[in-house]
């Protein structure tokens, strides 16, 4: 992407969806114009949310873990392809140095292996907030809160 010429927008149920409001993206090192966004407000995080939803639901992503596994690795595997090129943009946007990048991308593998092992997924809640687990044959694997 050419960032001062395309704007980033949101990957959002199978599509982008621009969300109309525009912003500057600065370079957190240098405060130099690296591109523009497109930021989301309330409509596009429940966009978002329905879409997860939606997923979870009426698709076997929650019970099928070879499917997880099939998915979550050919993304750690993409992630890993591209570092290099991953690790300057976070490192553009974020200020990060780029051993900090490199390290953050390399956890991608790991937390996807995790995911794609889990048995199913199950939904609680606690506290009034919503949790999804990842559970073993015997034990929890992961938590997330949703807020």
Known sequence: MNTLT???THWIG???VDAGER????NKATGELIGKYAAAGVAEA???I??????FWKTSWKEDRLL?????NTMASEFERRTEDLAKVLATENGKTLPQARFEIS???SSSLTAAAADSIERT???GLDAYARRARHRPLAARPWL
Not at 23 to 26: E, F, V, Y
Not at 50 to 55: F, P, R
């Open 23 to 26: 912003r500057d993206s600065i």
């Open 107 to 109: 956890s991608v593998r």
């Open 14 to 16: 199978g599509r982008y």
């Open 46 to 48: 429940q966009a978002a």
């Open 6 to 8: 395309q704007i980033a």
């Open 68 to 72: 997880r596994g099939r998915v979550l």
């Open 50 to 55: 329905d879409a997860a939803l939606s997923t």
């Open 125 to 127: 809640a606690h506290c």
